[in-house]
């Protein structure tokens, strides 16, 4: 097969059809060097990517590398400078990604980070729900900076309860890749927290996407982490409530602005 012969594995898939898609990779994933595009988690066992194939398929930690921005393709396509962060341990291994990924318009970075870097790209997905529900709502850019600025210290928190290391969140791994999410209108996620804030139910603005919102999952993942680490997040618990409780978006947006600063 393809993957047999290939060095580097990139994994592109929806967070959704993961498990799927790479089990007849099975018996050959774990000699690879794997790098992950996916920007969200494994959603029967809400693991970030990197922990999902380690644990379930083997890989080891060495091996494996993650993808993140800021960055969305539909930019790379249109030929805009734009920046990218290969994540790995494996020095090694991130500076051939980042070489063969180096062009013209497209800047590549490195970091060892691994965990902050996926978490980073899992959350930011979830506070663009947030970005969207409040455009839709007829929120100003006066609200949306007090959003974004409040979701980029509950990152910082929520990352630093899950792997806790010295890292500066307002870095662009982290912080970039929040901010183009949030405000852009190429983002799925701010697409999906549009409708939702428009009021279309779940299931219609789903039905309404042509992509998947890796946010909607992600949702599930950041649900745990409260459980587990009793970390403030008002904004995730926000939109995991209209998400899986069918909250109010108007009402839920309503109370949360009251708690943010």
């Known amino acids: 097969s393809v993957a047999a012969q290939a060095e580097i594995l990139v994994l592109a898939v929806p967070s959704a059809f993961l498990a799927e ?22 959603p029967t066992s809400h693991q970030i990517i990197g922990e999902y194939l380690h644990d379930r398929m083997g890989l ?11 960055c969305h393709a539909e930019e790379i396509a249109l030929g805009r400078l734009s920046y990218l ?27 060892p980070d691994i965990y902050g870097t996926e978490y980073a790209a899992v959350l930011k997905n979830i506070y663009a729900i947030a970005a969207g529900m409040a455009h839709g709502l007829g929120y100003g850019d ?42 852009s209108p190429f983002s799925r996620n701010r697409r999906l927290g549009l409708l939702l804030g428009k009021g279309y139910s779940l299931s219609a603005a789903r039905a309404e996407m042509s992509m998947i919102a890796e946010g909607y999952y992600a949702a599930k993942l950041i649900r745990e982490v409260k459980r587990e680490k009793e970390v403030k997040m008002p904004i995730a618990l926000a939109v995991y409530k209209v998400l899986y409780e069918n909250a109010s978006p108007k009402k839920t947006l309503r109370a949360l602005a009251e708690k943010l600063k």
């Open 60 to 70: 080891d930690y060495s091996r494996f590398g993650a993808l993140v921005g800021p």
């Open 142 to 183: 006066n609200f949306q900076a007090v959003l974004v600025s409040n979701a980029l210290r509950e990152m910082k928190r929520v990352i630093n309860a899950v792997h806790p290391i010295k890292r500066q969140i307002i870095q662009t791994e982290y912080s970039g890749d929040l901010f183009v999410t949030m405000y």
């Open 21 to 42: 898609a790479i089990e007849p990779l099975r018996d050959v994933l774990a000699q690879k060097w794997v790098v992950s595009a996916v920007k969200g988690i494994e």
């Open 85 to 111: 962060t290969v994540a790995s341990e494996n020095q090694q291994l991130a500076e051939a990604v980042a070489q063969k990924l180096r062009g013209s318009f497209v800047k590549v970075a490195c970091t």
